[in-house]
């Protein structure tokens, strides 16, 4: 019988076990990355917001990423806020009384506790505080008889993009399909938006709201560097 995800996607399980957003040396997924924040502008950033309005949001998500590293107030006020959620301890019920549903909701909550890479999840996930969104990407294990998660692998969130139609539907970016990107494998990823705003995902993260005052706050430490 086919099983389908909860966006009616159907579920593939021959590519569950093969990694599908993978970095390289080269191509639309290089793992290396040039800087944005060194010698950054008002022009220059204007731009780099208008091109994360039209969807072309790389440059902006290397911006967020080194706001984070260079800004030590910013990365303790992102990082207060996910250790509020990673330190709370997660707990599974069940969707009703019926013993079947009391079995799985058992074995989900010690599947839970016994997974080492669960805390190291859930602070990728809380990426989307600062980006607007964050995915990772599930390393499936099959056995006789069940899928088990064997860990969790962040997805650099500029392997990402959205449909060119509505701006929703996260996509993987590929060398097959530059424009579009390739669709996610259902059960293959975890994704998640912040929703601290309404609207696209990639326009919600805390850093499209600082990245001006950001700026201006930097300006004002190199003047003083200059200074001294």
Not at 26 to 51: E, F, Y
Not at 79 to 99: E, F, Q
Not at 121 to 145: N, Q, T, Y
């Amino acid at each position: 019988m086919p099983i389908y995800d909860q966006y009616g996607n159907l579920v593939r399980p021959a590519m569950l076990t093969k990694p599908q957003a993978e970095p390289g040396m080269t191509g639309v997924r290089n793992a290396w990355q040039s800087s944005v924040a060194s010698g950054l502008t008002p022009q220059r950033l204007a731009s780099i917001l208008r091109a994360c309005d039209d969807g072309q949001i790389e440059d902006f998500l290397v911006l967020a990423e080194e706001m984070e590293e260079r800004d030590p107030h910013y990365f303790s006020v992102l990082g207060m806020r996910k250790r509020v959620v990673s330190s709370i301890v997660p707990s599974v019920k069940p969707a009703s009384n019926a013993p079947e549903d009391r079995r799985i909701a058992e074995e989900v909550q010690r599947a839970i506790a016994d997974h080492e890479g669960l805390p190291d999840l859930i602070e990728d996930m809380l990426d989307s505080l600062g980006k607007g969104f964050s995915v990772v990407e599930i390393d499936w294990l099959k056995d006789a008889d069940r899928w088990t998660p064997r860990k969790f692998d962040r997805v650099d969130p500029r392997f990402i993009q959205f449909d060119r139609v509505t701006g929703r539907e996260m996509r993987i970016r590929d060398i097959g399909n530059v424009i579009d990107g390739k669709p996610m494998d259902a059960y293959k990823f975890i994704r998640h938006t912040a929703r601290l705003k309404s609207g696209m995902a990639f326009r919600g993260g805390i850093a499209r709201i600082v990245a001006f005052s950001w700026m201006c706050k930097f300006y004002s430490l190199k003047d003083w560097m200059a200074f001294i």
